[in-house]
Structures are given as C-alpha cells and as structure tokens.
Nanobody, 120 residues
C-alpha cells in the first residue's frame, strides 16, 4: 500500500514562509522524480517544482527564487520551502512521486494534498 503524506501547510501572512514535507511509504522499487503541484480554487493543477534522483531540480518560472525543493532519500521524503509568500500562492499543494517498479515500468503516485492559505 503506497502512501504519500503531506504536512506543513497552514495559514500564513504575506511575506511569510512555510516548509512542506511529503513522506513516501509502502513502495516497492526505487523512487525517481519527486515533485510538488498546486491547485487554486477555480484553477487547474499546475507544476510547482520537481527534483530528480541525482538532485537536479526544476522550479516553475514564476516561483523560482522564492520556492526551493529538496529531498532526503534516507527518509523517502521531499520538501518544499516556500518563502516570501503571496496571496496568489494560496492553493492545495500535492506531492507527486515516480517509482521505478521494474526494469521497464514506471508508476506515479499522488498525495491527498495540504492547504496553504496566504492572507493578511
């Protein structure tokens, strides 16, 4: 049973910071890319950032410089550090991971999401 458990969301004032965590459990195989997406009310889900197995990262252009993604493979955990938060960052943030389940197969998994609200 694969589980992705996000945590760290909450209410923060504009300019504040939050750190999201996602712990992956129950997998068979090796975790490859790990990432974060978000979905604001009335909007489609959008990519926030992802990080590859070797540590290479990509962050959405509009978020680069404020958002940072890291991973701890010993803990099967991916983090999203969010700084200088703006009201438009308000969304449900979802963890997403890709797992190599066999030599020629890859599977992806999603967490339930954690709410981030930026408001004064």
């Amino acid at each position: 049973q694969v589980q992705l458990m996000e945590s760290g969301g909450g209410l923060v004032q504009p300019g504040g910071s939050l750190r999201l965590s996602c712990v992956v459990s129950g997998i068979s195989g090796s975790i490859r890319n790990m990432g974060w997406y978000r979905q604001a009310p009335g909007k489609q889900r959008e990519m926030v950032a992802f990080i590859a197995r070797a540590g290479g990262t990509n962050v959405a252009d509009v978020l680069r410089g404020r958002f940072f993604i890291t991973r701890d493979d010993a803990k099967n955990t991916v983090y999203l550090q969010m700084n200088k938060l703006k009201p438009e960052d308000t969304a449900v943030y979802f963890c997403n991971v890709y797992v190599k389940t066999s030599r020629d197969e890859m599977s992806d998994y999603w967490g339930q999401g954690t709410q981030v609200t930026v408001s004064s």
